[in-house]
């Protein structure tokens, strides 16, 4: 079966610097992978996702990822941080077709100004 | 479309009393999964359907909880009897297939338990 670590449970950052949240993932073969963001009282919202092709994937408000073979690895990263953008992320990994996302116990994005 | 509808947004009970959690998947998905999230065991699938069949309820923690999806507009989690520990946000969430494997999630019902 497959697994998800978010090895961070909180990072802190200033407004303005940069960001990389980690995930790792476990699955015999390549995975769906996706980002979503809890923004306090809210559901989940997907930020981006990958499915093959290009390993660095965009997606909505400034975030990207990359996806690393080699290191198991599906971390998140934005180039300057905006106070907005202090949420839970959650990092999920999917068998391919199955439709069926494992995810992460979060990490907790808390921006400072 | 209005997305995912959950009601209540919230609900205040007392231990063993029957809760009754509401969802409205969006117009023409055919999954629809429910989650439970604590601080303890972050974000936990109870059960999914497809087409309105229970697929898989491995994730439901014990006969308190029994799901229902009688049509592919409603869904509904039970909980009976409730119990203070049962107290955690529950989130409806629905997907299509053939499409991008989103997962399209309600805001959740806060559920307290006294």
């Known amino acids: 079966a497959q697994s998800v670590t978010q090895p961070d449970i909180h990072i802190t950052v200033s407004e303005g610097a940069s960001l990389e949240l980690r995930c790792n993932y476990s699955y015999g073969a390549t995975p769906y992978l996706f980002w979503y963001v809890q923004s306090p009282g809210q559901g989940l919202q997907l930020l981006l996702k990958?499915?093959?092709?290009?390993?660095l994937v965009q997606g909505i408000k400034g975030f990207e990822a990359e996806f690393k073979r080699s290191q198991s690895s599906f971390n998140l990263r934005k180039p300057s941080v905006h106070w907005s953008d202090a949420a839970e992320y959650f990092c999920a990994v999917e068998p391919g077709g199955s439709y069926i996302p494992t995810f992460g116990r979060g990490t907790s994005l808390i921006v400072h100004p | 479309d209005a997305g995912v509808i959950q009601s209540p947004r919230h609900e205040v009970t007392e231990m063993g009393q029957e809760v009754t959690l509401r969802c409205k998947p969006i117009s023409g998905h055919d999954y629809l999964f429910w989650y439970r999230q604590t601080m303890m065991r972050g974000l936990e699938l109870l059960i999914y359907f497809n087409n309105n069949v229970p697929i898989d309820d491995s994730g439901m923690p014990e006969d308190r909880f029994s799901a229902k999806m009688p049509n592919a507009s409603f869904s509904t989690l039970k909980i009976q009897p409730s119990e203070p520990r049962d107290s955690a946000v529950y989130f409806c969430?629905?997907?299509?297939?053939?499409?991008?494997?989103?997962?399209?999630f309600g805001p959740g019902t806060r559920l307290t338990v006294l």
């Open positions: 990958y499915f093959s092709g290009d390993t």
């Open positions: 969430a629905s997907s299509i297939s053939g499409g991008y494997n989103e997962q399209f």
